[in-house]
DNA sequence: ATTATATAAAACCATTTGGTTTCATGTCAA
DNA sequence: TTGACATGAAACCAAATGGTTTTATATAAT
C-alpha cells in the first residue's frame, strides 16, 4: 500500500542512532514531538526532520492534536529488515539461539 | 574482539543497497574484488571502499592470495541488528511466525 | 486582546558519502 | 624481462546528511 517511490526505506532510517532511539522513545506510547525533543541534545527542528524521515520509511506515523502532533511507533516495516536478515542465517548455525529465544518468551496469542 | 571505535557500525554498512548486494554475492563464497565488481555498474575503486566498509563492520575479512585479495562473509555481526529487533517483536504479534520459520526449518546441529 | 506554546517551513552550513580519475606497486605469464 | 593483471592509495568532486537559525502560523491560556 501507500505511495511510491520514497526517499527513505527502513535501512537508511534504522542507520541513524538518533532515529533508533525516537524509536525506542515511541515503543512506550504516543508522543509529540516536544516531548520527544526533550531526550536529545538538539534542537526540536532536527528532531522534526528525523521524525520526517521515519515518517517516509513508514516506521512513525503522526497525528494533529489540538496544537501538538502526536507520533506513534508503527514497527510494521521491521519485517522486511527481518526477512532481509533471515537469509543469513544458515550462515552461523544460531537456528537453536532462535529457538531458544522463542521458548523463554510466552507467545501471547492475540485473543 | 578486535579494535575500538570502528567508524561504520552493523546498521551503517547495511544501509547501502550495493553494500547489501556485496554480502548476497558472498553469501555464495569467496571472491576477489575483480569478481565482485562485474556484478555492480561501477569502478573497482568504488567497490574496493564498499569493501573496507564492510571490513570495519567486520561483515566481510579478506585475505590476499597471490596477487588477489579474496574476500568472504562474516555474518557474525549480523546478530546485533537481529537482538535490536527482537525488541520490537512484542509490538506486533508476530512470534508465531518466527516459531513457524524455526519449526519448518530443521535446525542442523554442528557436529 | 495578548501572550505563550507547538509546530512548520525555509535558508543556510559543515561534514560525510559515494562515486570518479590518476598513479604507483606487486605478482603472474610468456 | 616485459607486459598484463589485480590491487592500493591519493586527490578530487557533487550530492546527501545532519545539524543550525530565522521567520511565520495556528492554538491555548490569561
Redesign the pocket.
Known sequence: MSSSAE?YDVF?AV??P?RRKVLQLLAGGEL???AITSHFP?????I???LH?LSEAELVS?RKV????RFRLQPEPLNELKEWLSFYDRFWDNKLSILKHVVENPVKVKE
Open positions: 526517499k537508511q542507520a541513524d538518533t509529540p514531538i516536544s538538539m534542537s526540536r527542528t532536527a522534526a526532520k528525523h524521515i503522526g489540538g496544537r501538538e502532533k
